[in-house]
């Protein structure tokens, strides 16, 4: 019987040490990407989702030696595109998560074609978005005390919109009606850009938009702006205060964006692309970009975004059932 030698005995150790302790990141899949990564977005074209999908897209194409391409599939509040992309075991094929899609559908219909927390494996946290409350320029009111008093005054005769049932929008105007004891008429639009067409021309009184998609009507002087969701005021409007300023402290709404991959994606290449997207998320150009559109740039790895997803239902679970938040 032969003597193990010290070379034996560290490369048994050292093959130990890879199994049990070191990132999945070093078992990756050779050569992978090995095409263009398709980047589902499960909503139109023209609001936030997109702005930060394509933002991330850019810097991945760079830094994964691939293509990694937007593709937008709107429909039924993101459900369509969130199956096809569950059953998608091609390894090229990611998708936008969304506060709608992974922390609002599954408590708001009664059977979805896909399980947020079982066909999918989260790979990163990838921006927060303040969502803005603003009224057309011909409601008389500056601020969100006198909007809400004008609200008071007038029950069910005034009206907000947003790009959907479930949307981002919605939660946050019914977020703050819960908050504020106020009654508004919702009317839900098959995307952002149909309502803000609506709310430009005067026909909405109100709406919550993501800071992204409405920060260029605010600045034109199109639509006036009487609270930010976010737990600070805005680089970009500093002398706009929040709702928690405003009389409600604590109030927070954000709506937020990660990316996910089908759950059959092997999780070294997930592991990859969490770490490439921290790194996007750190590069000047890519931050200026996001802080732009009012984006704040997280990061972050999988175990970090399924944490953050699991506190997300938790939160709007509450307030889908309360407000009896129904699809369309």
């Keep these: ?29 050779p050569g992978w990407p090995s095409k263009p990564i398709r980047f589902v977005v499960p909503f139109a074209p023209g609001g936030s989702s997109e702005i930060i999908a394509r933002s991330v897209a850019g810097e991945l194409s760079k830094s994964l030696g691939q293509n990694v391409f937007v593709d ?37 219909y009664e059977k979805l074609p896909y399980d947020a927390n079982k066909d999918f494996k989260p790979v990163s946290l990838l921006a927060k978005v303040p969502s803005l409350y603003v009224v057309n320029p011909d409601v008389p009111a500056r601020n969100l005390k006198e909007f809400l008093a004008l609200a008071k005054a007038r029950p069910g005769q005034m009206s907000y919109g947003s ?19 106020v009654f508004l008429l919702h009317v839900p639009y098959r995307g952002t850009g149909p309502q803000l067409t609506d709310l430009l021309a005067g026909r909405l009184e109100a709406a919550a938009v993501g800071a ?38 604590g109030f927070e709404m954000t709506q937020w964006y990660g990316m996910l991959a089908p759950a059959s994606m092997p999780q070294a290449n997930v592991e990859r692309l969490a770490v490439e997207i921290a790194k996007a998320m750190k590069i000047p150009a890519a931050v200026e970009r996001l802080h ?23 939160r709007w679970k509450t307030v889908v059932q309360r407000a009896r938040i129904k699809p369309d």
């Design 72 to 108: 937008n599939k709107p429909g039924a509040s993101g459900n369509i595109a969130m199956s096809e992309v569950a059953r998608a075991d091609d390894q090229h094929t990611v998708i936008l998560g969304h506060i709608g899609t992974l922390a609002v559908n599954p408590y708001m």
């Design 292 to 314: 732009g559109d009012a984006a704040e740039p997280i990061g972050g790895s999988p175990a970090q975004f399924a944490q953050f997803i699991a506190a997300e239902q938790n």
């Design 1 to 29: 019987m032969s003597t193990p030698t010290r070379r034996h005995f560290l490369a048994g150790a050292s093959a130990l040490a890879a199994s049990l302790g070191a990132p999945s990141l070093a078992m990756a899949q």
């Design 163 to 181: 790009a959907g049932n479930g949307s981002a929008g919605h939660l946050a105007f019914e977020y703050l009606k819960m908050a504020s004891g």
């Design 212 to 249: 992204s998609a409405i920060l260029p009507q605010i600045k034109a002087g199109k639509v006036r702006c009487i609270a930010t969701g976010s737990t600070r005021r805005l680089a970009q409007l500093p002398d706009l205060p929040t709702v928690a300023e405003q009389g409600f402290p």
